[in-house]
């Protein structure tokens, strides 16, 4: 069956570095989405994509998130500048229609 | 506008024995509303979803969902609980078409469930 794939499963970096969170998508779906969730608290939208734009954003999205597909395959999360409260599981989620979306197994983010 | 609120932080349940666990949700649009699955060290597996179809709604592993609208509920039920049920519970809305924040899923806290044999 297909899934969402995501790497790297936990990332640690030391606040003020860029770092690059990577998600595979199920091979035939066309809308992208990244959840976070901050430990103990409830998983967040953050951003959806579709037609290589972004189609909605959140609050919590701002200058220093980006997302891009910069192949036919991966769709990437960028933090530039990390903060110690980015610090969360960031879950890549993926669908063919607008009503089911398919998660990754999640990429555990540490900012020290 | 849409909210999501699961009444149980924590479930525990007896193997065997019957499984509930309970949400309600907020919506301006007709939603659609989904119950996913995490456990442990594992990533969110979608368990059942509803959208506009029958009100009670058949998922993977023996779970069913009944839809109640005038009651704006969708509890998550099982007959008996396995101890492979063991996990955490997303209650999630997402609004249907005609919702400015289509495809925008809103979660629930989560539930834990705890199986005891």
């Known amino acids: 069956e297909p899934e969402v794939t995501q790497t790297p499963s936990h990332q640690v970096t030391q606040m003020g570095q860029e770092v690059i969170l990577h998600c595979v998508p199920i091979?035939?779906?066309?809308?992208f989405y990244w959840y976070r969730q901050i430990l103990g608290q409830k998983v967040e939208f953050l951003v959806s994509?579709?037609?290589?734009?972004?189609?909605?954003k959140s609050e919590i999205f701002d200058d220093q998130f980006s997302v891009e597909r910069p192949d036919g395959s991966n769709f990437t999360l960028k933090i530039r500048s990390t903060k110690l409260e980015d610090s969360a599981m960031y879950f890549c989620a993926s669908s063919d229609v607008l009503d089911t979306q398919y998660f990754g197994p999640g990429t555990r983010l540490t900012v020290l | 506008a849409q909210s999501v609120t699961q009444l149980d932080s924590h479930v525990s349940v007896s193997e065997g024995t019957p499984v509930l666990l309970r949400c309600n949700y907020s919506?301006?649009?007709?939603?659609?509303l989904f119950w996913y699955v995490q456990h442990p060290n594992k990533g969110l597996q979608l368990l059942l979803k509803y959208t506009s179809a029958a009100t009670l709604v058949k998922g993977i592993n023996g779970f069913e969902a009944e839809f109640k609208k005038s009651e704006t509920s969708f509890h998550l039920t099982k007959p008996s609980a396995h101890m492979s049920d063991a996990a955490e519970y997303f209650c999630v809305v997402s609004p249907s078409s005609g919702g400015t924040s289509y495809g925008k899923l809103t979660f629930g806290q989560g539930t834990i469930l705890t199986v005891h044999p």
């Open positions: 919506s301006s649009y007709s939603p659609s």
């Open positions: 091979s035939n779906h066309l809308y």
């Open positions: 994509f579709y037609n290589n734009e972004i189609s909605e």
